[in-house]
DNA sequence: CAACATGATTGAAACGTTTCAATCAGATGT
DNA sequence: ACATCTGATTGAAACGTTTCAATCATGTTG
């Protein structure tokens, strides 16, 4: 039974259940030996204090809660993992809602973190329609939208540079010398693959070339595998010599058919570059040349920034953009 | 400000705090003009109850706690996504800690989930010494160890079977005909290790072969590559002509050093097989054999028999054992 | 020695629900 | 018209903390 008070601890010590509660925060001054004498019966009563009981009487929860479109992407996985680094640093709980790209689970989520009165929301949004977070937002709890931008909304965002991560990639390959590139992936409702493609066709087309774009339902390696075999069974004048994937998954499966499929040599006859720069990325048979996202730093900042505006009490809103890094390894041409 | 609270709707509705409750909760008949007017005032006032004066006044707080030791490792995230599948359809939140193999995260976690009166705990315990979580189930917390066996605590358990997932593996190895297995994996501080290994070593003296064992510091791709590198060094008559490996990051790091440091054809020359049968376990160039273990059902299990046993209020502790699958793929020879 | 500062301790009021016995207003049966 | 019953509504207590003004000892100062 988890069912001592601090009632019962004063009585056992002799004392004031206020006494108690002081000395178990710290938030007074208490004598040496009479907080020897609560930690005694504490001891021996296993008294815990009640969460519930705290946070009702001092109005705010200590915890955050954080909903991403699907914990099994290693990409969403390391973010969390960052998050909750950060949220454990500041000694809060972090409560994790997996919305699946379901708008109707993601609201599940937010109506229970509501209930839970989380002193703040992180939140990978499903749909395109955010005023249901910003009235959340203006209502007083602290909103940060996470690998998504905020614009026109009054919301925080903490993102990466996804233009800027396309155009990154087609400078490494048309550098390589590559002159046909292509591009695979999808779905371009998908904020992040559209705006890695805008970028990646800028840098193209300023380079006088074309990007073709092979759509693929998902992003997954599945996916992959079937755009790569689509692509090498092209004939030689209409294949790419270098695909950019929106993912790491993509170009693993693209990298598979590729050494399944055909006798091309990689990167010499096609160069791959993927995405993300996921654990798995770097590890494949021709290591992956990938556009590396800090996917647990974005978690982490995201907490941090929400903690700093939360103790500004300003309610400015801040977007933190990070740039992603080209990572070069054996799937590309050197420069 | 989410300071409005029921007084506040029933003070609008014209009508008891008592009455909200009811309607709120579907507690108690409510006339259906009163349900009314009363959700029109929490529509209008924007009325959330208030989770910590729920629970507090109600004693539990539906929720559960999950314990693992490294939310990165694919295997955990099945198990966590599956218990999070279970908890979301019984309208429990789910709290998830990771201890990273620490006892001391481990044991932070367990005090702050103490703090939140969970309804129970799912624990897959760094140490070896349970009886910290025996004296927290002995006190009214239904605690369930996930892949760890309870043997000789008074605790509840669900596991799988590794001494026959390594029995399975081998009677796989020698009924493809091969006669020099070996065992890749470390360290054998793991339980999991441990019992995968000895499995194996049973099934293979029985078949009168011997294991080699050459053992890795950690179960990753780049372990296992090593690893690799350092067999297919060997001689031909010294070198195996199938390993095992303790699980699917492993394996697939030794197939890369196989192909990228020799000639041998998998799984002619040499056979590879994984443990777990991670996602991207089928999508290595050789389609990987593996032993799958019921990740996400070992989650949801745990939750589900943990929910059960709270019903059934006696307090007897169950062991679920599942057996693993053998999945077979390319890198091993057909039977 | 009185007056006072200092530090430790206490008591009681809140926090926002749930819950249950008690009340109330109608309807039903006699 | 009276008693009875039913279903809807109410009021107030309780849950376990935190917090703050008030009290209580002690030692210190004029």
Same mark, same amino acid.
């Given at each position: 039974m988890a069912k001592v008070s601090m009632r019962e601890v004063a009585d056992r010590a002799g004392v004031s259940v206020g006494t108690v509660s002081h000395v178990v925060n710290g938030s007074s001054k208490v004598a040496e030996a009479t907080a020897a004498k609560v930690n005694a019966a504490i001891e021996e009563l296993g008294f815990v204090r009640n969460a519930a009981a705290r946070q009702l009487r001092s109005g705010h929860s200590s915890s955050l809660g954080l909903v991403v479109l =699907?914990? &099994?992407?290693p990409f969403f996985a390391s973010v969390a993992h960052g998050a909750r680094q950060a949220c454990d640093e500041a000694g809060l709980a972090l409560l994790i809602g997996d919305s699946g790209t379901d708008e109707q689970r993601e609201g599940k989520y937010l109506d229970l973190f509501a209930e839970q009165r989380v002193n703040g929301l992180l939140v990978t949004p499903t749909?395109? $329609?955010l005023s249901r977070l910003e009235s959340i937002a203006a209502r007083g709890t602290p909103v940060m939208l996470v *690998?998504? *931008? &905020?614009?026109? #909304?009054a919301l925080s965002s903490v993102t990466v540079d996804n233009i800027a991560g396309g155009r990154m990639a087609l400078d490494h390959i048309i550098a390589g010398g590559c002159r046909r590139p292509a591009f695979i992936g999808g779905p371009q409702s998908l904020p992040q693959v559209a705006d890695r493609l805008a970028g990646a066709t800028e840098r193209a087309l300023e380079a006088g070339l074309e990007l073709p774009v092979h759509s693929t339902p998902e992003l997954t390696i599945l996916a992959g595998r079937d755009a790569g075999e689509k692509v090498v069974g092209l004939p030689a004048d209409q294949r790419p010599d270098a695909v950019f994937c929106a993912n790491d998954l993509l170009a693993v499966g693209f990298m598979q058919a590729v050494i399944m499929f055909s006798d091309? &040599?990689?990167? =010499?006859d096609i160069a791959i570059l993927g995405y $993300? =720069?996921? *654990? #798995?990325a770097f590890s494949t048979i021709v290591p992956m040349t990938s556009v590396r996202q800090p996917a647990a730093l974005l978690g982490r900042t995201a907490v941090e920034t929400l903690l700093q505006e939360n103790a500004s009490a300003s309610d400015a809103h801040h977007d933190r953009r990070f740039t992603p890094e080209l990572v070069v390894r054996g799937s590309t041409r050197p420069v």
């Open positions: =699907d914990t &099994s992407n749909g395109s $329609d *690998d998504r *931008d &905020s614009n026109g #909304y091309l &040599s990689i990167p =010499d $993300d =720069d996921i *654990d #798995y």
